[in-house]
């Protein structure tokens, strides 16, 4: 079986990945700029297990295992190291409180080690971190990072080449039938698989699909090295819509929540004076902006809507995160084994019944 998958993000060199784990193939990624042009190149590499709905905490979980162990099961060119630095989830309003607690009962369930953190424990926590005003927080200690997120998309892409993939640098503008497959453009293949973030809706829409993924801008603000270590643990502030990390290199990487388009400081930085002093005389110069594909409700796409065609999409900033779960999910469906827990409440046509279960803990 001859498979295409469109958009070469960290979500579609996964599942290309896993095809050919499976000696599913041959395998073509088609990319129309770069490996990890899109939403995959404005995240900061972030790998945590708290989440607020069932099906991300399991996605998460089975992610996390794939990338704990990433290095030592393979070996690329492309080096990348996982640092376990927790994430520390920060409340200031009563229902953000109770948001957080339910996602810890949750969490507990499913096994996933996170706790529940009064003002002061979350200053303990983060040494530097000012509590006034915070009603609590969460933390997972094993929530971690990459420092260099692009060289893990990188690596992926190596190994889908190693295993015999290929990447083709080209623009998908239509997705037809053609007999029992499909034809991208001049491309055909038995299978398609679309992951191609914001863009994936223009291009199933003619197929009579309606995909509510809709682009929205995110920034990040990038210090320049600092020897001291002045933040360990990645701080998500969510009422005060900031959060910041002190990379392995020692920059301090900082984002707007709230910002949108606007690169503007100001807020920014009025708010991390007040949460963490610590970072008060350290500058932001560095600037980068990028797109993330959102769903209504925080959660992803993944799925089959018709024969031979699967979409995995809408990852609302997390697919980074989730792409090992991503991948395998994918390839098993197209391989016709049994789907995961989690994947039927994904389902494309969800946003036509019943409101969805919103994902609380985006960022």
């Known amino acids: 079986m001859s498979v295409a998958v469109v958009g070469a993000g960290i979500s579609g060199l996964s599942v290309a990945l896993h095809l050919l ?23 900061p590499g972030g790998v945590r297990r708290q989440w607020a709905t069932r099906g991300n ?4 979980s089975e992610s996390y295992a794939f990338y704990r162990d990433f290095a030592e099961r393979f070996e690329t ?9 927790g994430y520390v989830f920060l409340a200031d309003s009563e229902a953000t409180i109770v948001s957080l607690e339910a996602a810890v009962t949750l969490q507990h369930e499913l096994g996933i080690p996170s706790v529940l953190l009064s003002p002061d424990e979350a200053a303990a926590v983060v040494p530097g971190l000012e509590p006034e005003g915070l ?19 990188e690596a992926f892409a190596e190994l889908v080449t190693a295993r015999g993939g290929t990447i083709e640098i080209a623009d998908v503008r239509a ?20 992951a191609a973030g914001a863009a994936s809706r223009a291009l199933v829409a003619p197929l009579g699909f309606d995909l509510p993924i809709v682009e929205e801008p995110r920034t990040l603000f990038l210090s320049e090295p600092i020897r001291e270590r002045l933040l360990e643990p990645l701080v998500i502030a969510a009422d005060r819509g900031i ?48 797109m993330y ?15 031979g065609l699967w979409v995995a999409a809408g990852f609302s900033g997390h697919g980074f995160m989730v792409a090992p779960s991503t991948g395998r999910a994918v390839a098993d469906g197209l391989a016709g084994a049994s789907p995961p827990e989690w994947l039927g409440a994904l389902r494309a046509d969800r946003f036509d019944r019943a409101p969805a279960e919103r994902e609380a803990q985006v960022i």
């Open 175 to 194: 997705l037809e039938r053609d007999g029992a497959g499909w034809r991208l453009d001049r491309l055909t293949a038995d299978a398609v698989v679309v």
């Open 135 to 153: 009603l609590g927080g969460a933390t997972c200690a094993e929530d971690g990072y990459f420092d260099r997120p692009q060289a893990v998309v």
């Open 57 to 60: 905490c399991l996605m998460a």
């Open 243 to 290: 959060a910041a990390k002190q990379l392995a290199d020692g920059r301090v990487l900082a984002s707007d929540l709230r910002a949108g388009a606007d690169p503007a400081r100001g807020r920014l930085r009025e708010e991390l004076d007040r949460l963490l002093p610590v970072l008060r005389y350290v500058s932001l110069p560095i600037v980068a902006t990028g």
């Open 77 to 85: 060119r492309a080096q990348a190291r996982f640092d376990t630095c």
């Open 21 to 43: 784990e499976r000696d599913l193939g041959p395998v073509t990624v088609v990319e129309r700029t770069g490996i990890g042009a899109g939403a995959s190149g404005i995240q």
């Open 293 to 307: 594909d959102m769903t209504p409700d925080g959660q992803p796409i993944i799925d089959r809507l018709d024969d």
